[in-house]
């Protein structure tokens, strides 16, 4: 059975027939992931409310660089401590994040870079919520836009006094390069619906190179649509459109990556 490690539930109006059709498809187990205090409170309520034999829900606290910014605002000093509060209030909690960081570098005029005192706020927000994953001792769920030599120094040296300290490189983006370090950390690597883009060869290559033993697979959803479904709103059944597209590309049969991919987030994330 197959697990959407990534998915923003939240999002969703008619919850219980969404869910029916994941199962239906062959889903068993959903995390659902926290953007801020409230959506972190909100992904709990979900998982505990819509948990069935069938499908499980899982969820993650976190503050998102751009989307949980305002928190910084409203908790202060006390945003670590509350976001702690949250995640420890609930079993069905298994991972802190998605956190990281998101360089804005446009090329197109549109919106201007990231500036550097923003980056520094991101980074201070990205290390407290390392430190907090180390200490509650539960996995990272990482999101990073143009900042990979940065993120992987904050994780390495993170890992000098935290040496179990893991987590998943979410909805992945980068280059071969990218993977080896991402891999060296013992990081794992979860593969969106970008992979099946037509552009995306880069990613692609990492599909291909990426070992059986750290890959995960998720939709993002309501956001990044697969490749044959874009333009239209994502959901976590579609997590089989990217397993079978791993699974060509991999020349590896679609049982296969479902089995890689389900034991790595079981492993990952110590769902039950
Ligand atoms: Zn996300």
Redesign the pocket.
Known sequence: MLVDS?A?LDFVDDLKELLDRANGAGVSKIVT?GTSIECSKKCIEIAEKYSSDDLQIYATCGIHPEDGKADVGKYGDQLMSELGKVAKSSKKVVGIG?CGLDYFLDSSGQRPDTSEQEKQFQRKLFGEQIRLAADLDLPLVV?CRNGWGEIFDLISKSQASNSKLCGVF??WTGNVEAMDKALNLGFYISFSGIVTFKNAKDIQEVARKAPNGQVLVET?SPFLSPESLRGKKNAPENVRIIASFLSKIRNQSFDDIVTATSSCAQKLFNLW
């Open positions: 990534h923003h992931i998605e999101h979410h909805s993002d």
